[in-house]
Structure formats: C-alpha cells, structure tokens
C-alpha cells in the first residue's frame, strides 16, 4: 500500500523524501502507518525500477542536498495496475486499501471508480453475512464487540451505496456535458 500511496502522490506533484513522509501521514495515517526507514528505500526502489525519476536537487534547510522526486510514464502506469488490482487480503487489511485507493478516486475513470466500490461493498455484504453465521460466547464484552463490528459494517456499506449513487449523478452529469459538446 505504500507503494501505491507514493506513487499516487507523486503523480499529483513532484516532492522530496520528507515532505512525501509528510503528506503520506497527513493523509493516509489511518490507514498505513509509515516511517523513514520505509520511506528512503523505497523511493530508491521506485527509482531503481524506472517508476520515479529525481527532477530536481536543491538544498535543504539543515544544507544538505535532497532530492525532488517526479513520476515517470511508467511509474503511472505501475500506480494504475496497483489501483485496479484486488488482492487477497485480510478484512482490516482490505479496508485499510480500499481507504488508500478512495484517496485517489479522482485520478481514476468513473468506470474503475464504480468497479472498486462495488467490490468493497460486496466484501462488506460477505463479511456482514459471515459475521450473522457465527455462534459467538454468551460474554457481553465479547457481544459489545460484535455489535460494535456489526454497526461499523452497516454504516460502510450505507457510505458505500452513497458513493455508488453519487457516481451516478457524475456520469448522468459527463453524459450531459458530452451531449451539449
């Protein structure tokens, strides 16, 4: 997912190692954690791998040099396989994806957008329905628990439907614009 997460925002703007980090807690931070000793490797990866390029160099504020990252064709053509790709992942790992690929539903075509909504919310329909098969303890710290869980599921999937039916309105919306073109 850091992967994804960087390209993703190097695609928007050109950044250096640390405000990268920056941007990647400020936005991302409850879904992936993140921490230098991922971030410098993996910018040297991405390098390495033709995903990213250094733009630029100049001097940062304690004098030393850093580096201006840029994304490459290729790099956003990895971003757009990383985007549409459905792993096989827990259920907190899942969520946490799903969450770092909404992020950057406005880079994607409408079309991919209501493809990965659609499945998280099928994801959150099996797990609902998973969950109501269960025979749990009769423990009211463990019953608490699922509740809980239970309540999380339902307002996912009614913020999912939201999502769905707002990208509705946006293609009745391109489909008029295209029309009066």
């Not at 997912?1 to 695609?11: R, V």
């Not at 064709?73 to 985007?83: A, H, V």
């Not at 797990?127 to 423990?139: A, I, L, M, N």
């Not at 307002?155 to 946006?170: F, I, T």
Request: proline share 2%.
């Amino acid at each position: 997912m850091l992967e994804l997460s960087a390209l993703g925002l190097l695609q928007r703007e050109p950044l250096h190692g640390y405000r990268l980090k920056q941007k990647l807690e400020l936005f991302m931070s409850s879904c992936i954690s993140v921490n230098y000793g991922a971030i410098y490797p993996l910018l040297h990866r991405l390098e390495e791998r033709g995903y990213i390029h250094t733009l630029t160099e100049e001097a940062g504020d304690a004098g030393t040099t850093r580096k201006i990252y840029a994304i490459t064709q290729k790099g956003r053509d990895r971003w757009r396989e990383k985007m549409l790709e459905q792993p096989q992942d827990s259920w907190v790992k899942s969520r946490a994806r799903f969450m770092v690929k909404f992020v950057f539903f406005e880079d994607l075509e409408l079309e991919n957008r209501v493809k990965l909504i659609q499945h998280r919310l099928r994801a959150c329909q099996t797990r609902r329905e998973y969950v109501d098969s269960q025979d749990f303890p009769d423990d009211r710290y463990h019953q608490a628990a699922v509740e809980r869980h239970l309540e999380m599921l339902e307002r996912e999937v009614a913020w999912l439907k939201q999502q769905l039916a707002q990208e509705s309105v946006r293609e009745v919306e391109e489909l008029q614009s295209s029309a009066r073109t």
